[in-house]
């Protein structure tokens, strides 16, 4: 309850005030330069305190792979992101961003420098980020490490608490065994999965210096550690498991247990939320709630229901229903301040991808809640146990976990629901906002609403290519679409201020609209800008 409140604490305090239009004042490497050796480090500086769009800083090499090194680093009004030396180092150079400002506009631009000699083309920038095939083995590696959990959790709480003495534990070490080569699987598939999904390239277009990347990364060293704590598990669990081993092993066991089950929340979602501790206590939690769970269920239903003597069952079956009420309780405990942390408000919950997907789960459990609810009541009848019945709701449960699993695998690849809907509220879905250079000045324009008709607004500010406010002598900017015949239109600025300007442009049809700006900024000084700006 206390990480739940901490919780809908955050959720309740206030945004913070904001106010200004942010333009790029410096950049290292600088815009066009040519340098002798690849830098390491890009530093964008802008004229006030800015907010970097998760995911929306890209650097990208010669051959179109991204090479950040590591998450941005955000201070006041200065950008820093580490990049690494790609393969082929020598070419051109993107470096693509999307901020916002502190009066909440989106400013996105770009600028291109290279090492040793341009390119005869620049990189370009995916808009999705990663390739299908690289999303979905991202979720199967995911899904089978769950699986694995579950395997190697709940058997060996049988093993080690309610197992038969007489009946063999081979068919419980193999499950937990089984369980653990899938979670060393998983992990090791994971680390080379997560080169192009950082990089942007193909799944096998995997290079010595992305993997590198990957395993001197927090993911990686935190992974590399989950495969450490593995090791010792193997080594030591056996003798645990088969009765062996003493108290002082039992607890050590658990301990590395519990700290292999936290690695997956550190390498999630739960850094980035509101409350990192509530979040990664929550996620560990959560894991390890649904492994006892489930785990347990499958060991029943795939040995202790058809191997073990009914009477011995009848012993068993009323403390694992007890062990499962408290594993369901914290999981729907948890399950609920994770939720809380990562949704923020109703309205999340039921318009965002992340949010759907917790419903699904929702869902799901319900589902599962209801099968082991009929289970229990089987157990707990005066009458003797109908063990076929009570395996076929074992195995329905089993089979609808294996499917909530698999919405966990997607769900923790999603972006959050907070996170969502806080980019789509400050990108505008219906506004335009871009950044356009010229060798005289730098012009922010941005457009609002961008919908059909009259009604949009548009307000434009220059810039010296230092950053300073530049006066303007006369603005012209006119509106075509060349698809469908329709000639350039000029649509009236008014000048507000001498770099701010102010006017309505009108969109009569849909399509990919041309914007030209002319800015004249002395009595011989004036260049011209142009972008295409989508209307639907």
Known sequence: MGLLLAGLGVLAAPATPAAAHAVLVTADPVPGSVLGTSPRVVVLTFTEPVRLIDGRLQILAPDGKRINDGEPRVDGATITAGIRIPDQPLGTYLVSYR???????????????????????????DPDGQRTSVTAA??????????????????????????????????????????????????????????????????????????????????????????????????????????????????????????GLATWPLTGHALAAPVPAASVVADTIHIAAVAVWLGGLVALGGVLLRRAHP???????????????VAVCWLLLAGVVQAVLETG????????????????????????????????????????????????????????????????????????????VAEAQALGQDSFAQTLTSSLYTLQFDIYPVQLGEHNTVHAYVYTPQGAPLDVEEW??????????????????????????????????????QVRFTIRISDIDQATVTTTVPVR
């Not at 192009?196 to 550690?225: K, N």
């Not at 009477?311 to 009420?325: C, Q």
């Not at 649509?491 to 300007?501: E, M, R, S, V």
């Open 99 to 125: 901020i916002i400002s502190a009066d909440g506009h989106p400013v996105g631009g770009g600028y291109t420098y290279s090492v040793g000699a341009p390119s005869a083309t620049v990189p370009q920038v």
């Open 138 to 259: 991202v979720a199967a590696t995911t899904f089978v490490g769950y699986l694995g959990v579950v395997l190697a959790v709940g058997p060996a709480l049988l093993l080690v608490a309610l197992w038969p003495p007489r009946l063999p534990r081979r068919p419980g070490l193999r499950l937990v065994r089984t369980g653990l080569t899938l979670i060393a699987v998983a992990t090791v598939a994971g680390l080379w999965v997560r080169a192009p999904y950082i990089s942007g390239s193909a799944l096998f277009d995997v290079s010595t210096a992305d993997l590198a990347a990957v395993l001197t990364s927090g993911y990686g060293l935190t992974v590399l550690a989950r495969l450490g704590i593995l090791a010792v598990l193997a080594a030591l669990l056996t003798p645990a498991l088969t009765g062996g081993g003493g108290t002082v092993r039992r607890v050590a066991l658990l301990a590395l247990a519990v700290t």
């Open 311 to 325: 009477r011995l069952m009848g012993r068993i079956l009323p403390v694992w229903s007890a062990w499962a009420t």
């Open 345 to 420: 408000t109703v309205s999340a919950l039921l318009t965002t991808r992340y949010g759907r997907l917790i419903l699904l789960k929702v869902g799901l459990v319900a589902g599962l809640l209801i099968a082991a609810g009929y289970a229990r009541r089987l157990v707990r009848r005066p009458d003797p146990i109908d063990h076929r019945r009570l395996t076929g709701v074992v195995a329905i449960e089993v089979a609808v976990a294996v499917t909530a699993l698999a919405a966990s695998a997607v769900l923790v690849q999603t972006t959050p629901a907070r996170t969502a």
């Open 476 to 513: 012209t900017m006119t509106t075509a679409l060349p698809a469908q015949g329709v000639e350039p239109v000029s649509t009236p600025l008014l000048g507000l201020q001498g770099n701010h300007a102010v006017g309505a442009v009108a969109f009569p049809v849909p399509g990919d609209w």
